[in-house]
């Protein structure tokens, strides 16, 4: 079974700041990781994966996130933040094989940026 | 556009009242999802198929609600006799069965409100 923690449901920080976002998982497989990002009323887009390859996996729009097996972590993060990324963020897990398509979310980090 | 579209992208309905959402998957796209999300969570798995078969059922998908994907193409999310808990933002997703670290594209969602 897998599960995902994320700590800080709303997260603030200035343009240009640096954004850290947390996720913690649990599994009982070697994890397939990922970060969707959502703006309202929209769907998911994907940002980045870890899928045993490269522990520091870098995304799209200047994201990346490295995945740290000791300490069960894979936090997104972005040096200097933009108005634009002020969405909702969810990491998701899942198993590889034939359940790799089927994730489960945590509970989402909202990102805030000011001006 | 040759991403996931779903449709209706917004319902709203009396409790009690039965409704249908669909799902059209990126061409050649084996395996399909269905997520619901809930205000202010993540999404949650509701079922998948491959193809048209329906290979797993989350324990959320009550005996009201059925899906189904009858050619291995579009599927339908049906729930009968809507109540007030149901009203969530219902997630399709597909992904290629072949690949094994191809990530699920989601579609924009069904937002489904019960009054």
């Known amino acids: 079974a897998q599960s995902v923690t994320q700590l800080g449901s709303h997260v603030s920080v200035s343009e240009g700041a640096l954004v850290l976002l947390r996720c913690n998982y649990s599994s009982s497989v070697p994890p397939y990781l990922f970060w969707y990002v959502q703006y309202p009323n929209q769907g998911l887009q994907l940002l980045l994966k870890?899928?045993?390859?490269?522990?520091l996996v870098k995304g799209i729009n200047g994201f990346e996130a490295e995945f740290k097996k000791s300490e069960t972590s894979f936090h997104l993060t972005k040096p200097s933040a933009h108005m634009s990324d002020a969405a909702e963020y969810f990491c998701?897990?899942?198993?590889?094989?034939?359940?790799?398509?089927?994730?489960?979310f945590g509970q989402g980090t909202i990102l805030t940026v000011h001006p | 556009d040759t991403g996931v579209s779903q449709n209706p992208r917004h319902k709203i309905t009396k409790r009690g009242q039965n409704v249908t959402f669909r799902c059209d998957p990126i061409?050649?796209?084996?395996?399909l999802y269905w997520y619901r999300q809930t205000l202010g969570q993540g999404p949650e798995f509701l079922t998948y198929f491959q193809n048209e078969a329906q290979l797993e059922k989350s324990r959320l998908l009550s005996d009201r609600f059925s899906a189904e994907r009858p050619k291995g193409s579009f599927s339908t999310l049906e729930i009968q006799r809507t109540e007030q808990g149901d009203s969530a933002m219902y997630l399709c997703?597909?992904?290629?069965?072949?690949?094994?670290?191809?990530?699920?594209?989601f579609g924009q969602g069904t937002r489904l409100t019960v009054v």
């Open positions: 061409s050649e796209h084996n395996r």
């Open positions: 998701a897990v899942s198993a590889g094989g034939t359940s790799y398509g089927k994730l489960t």
């Open positions: 997703a597909s992904r290629p069965d072949r690949a094994s670290n191809t990530e699920a594209f």
């Open positions: 870890y899928t045993s390859a490269a522990t």
